[in-house]
């Protein structure tokens, strides 16, 4: 095999959560802006057609779409017309209003998560202080 040649990314994977509340198509939309501030789409990879998802996630074709032509409003995705949707060349601006909508969404989920569990907001609070006690700080 030559040294050179590069590795094509592994495919990305959708995963839906029915559990959450959170409507199918934003849960697309956060898994691709997660992926791309986790570093596992850069720009250039390629996503899967909106007709894989659909069969993939069993969910009808049009949420995909939607998911795709939002991040595609943001400048967060590229689709080529024939050869398919790519991450973005382009750097877009952090939206403040949606990173709030994002933390919301995780602190609720966690709090509502860890209340069927049993737990106390002040225990799901020292947890989190404990595992990140400078932060806690900041404030």
Do not use: C, W
């Not at 991450?87 to 933390?103: N, Y």
């Amino acid at each position: 095999m030559n040294a050179n040649r590069s590795i094509p990314p592994a495919p990305f994977q959708f995963k839906l959560d029915y559990q959450s509340g959170v409507p199918v198509y934003r849960q697309i939309i956060d898994q691709v802006q997660g992926g791309i501030a986790a570093g596992s789409l850069l720009p250039g990879h390629q996503l899967p057609t909106v007709r894989q998802v659909a069969v993939d996630l069993a969910i009808n074709p049009n949420t995909v779409l939607r998911a795709y032509r939002e991040l595609e409003i943001r400048g967060v995705l590229d689709t080529e017309q024939g050869t398919g949707t790519f991450i973005s060349h382009r750097k877009s601006a952090p939206d403040l209003s949606e990173r709030q909508r994002q933390l919301g969404q995780l602190v609720t989920e966690v709090v509502a998560r860890a209340g069927s569990a049993g737990f106390t907001l002040q225990e799901v609070t020292e947890a989190l202080l404990d595992r990140y006690p400078a932060r806690g700080k900041r404030r």
